[in-house]
């Protein structure tokens, strides 16, 4: 299984980015794509997921009404469009696969695969 992310870089507060991952391996429509982010000296924590094989879609709080995931099976690849950032959106990004999700935004715990991450800086 690998999951390649792309996308990252950097942009200005109140821009835009946005990233790919890119699965291969997966039974991709039973495996729920959550994308995490790992600020310096913080936890890594996920900011939004789609579910399977239901494509509910949760989002952090700090994240909802700006961020956006979604999921094509046909390219086995997930994105996260990413607007209005702030600095405090600055990390690195994680793509991460789980099988048998609980529904909901997944604690790092309970991922089975992961991605080696996109970086994502946000000058104020």
């Known amino acids: 299984v690998q999951l390649v992310e792309s996308g990252g870089g950097l942009a200005k507060t109140g821009g835009s980015l946005k990233l790919a991952c890119v699965t291969s391996?997966?039974?991709?429509?039973?495996?729920?794509i959550a994308w995490f982010r790992q600020a310096p000296g913080k936890e890594r924590g996920a900011v939004s997921c789609?579910?399977?094989?239901?494509?509910?879609?949760y989002y952090a709080d700090s994240v909802k009404g700006r961020f956006f995931i979604s999921k094509d099976y046909g390219e086995e690849t997930s994105w996260l469009q990413m607007n209005s950032l702030t600095p405090e959106g600055a990390g690195v990004y994680y793509c991460?696969?789980?099988?048998?999700?609980?529904?909901?935004?997944?604690?790092?715990?309970?991922?089975?695969?992961w991605g080696k991450g996109a970086l994502v800086t946000v000058s104020s």
């Open positions: 991460a696969a789980i099988y048998g999700s609980r529904g909901g935004l997944p604690h790092s715990s309970e991922v089975q695969f």
């Open positions: 391996g997966l039974t991709f429509r039973d495996a729920t």
């Open positions: 789609v579910t399977a094989p239901d494509l509910r879609e």
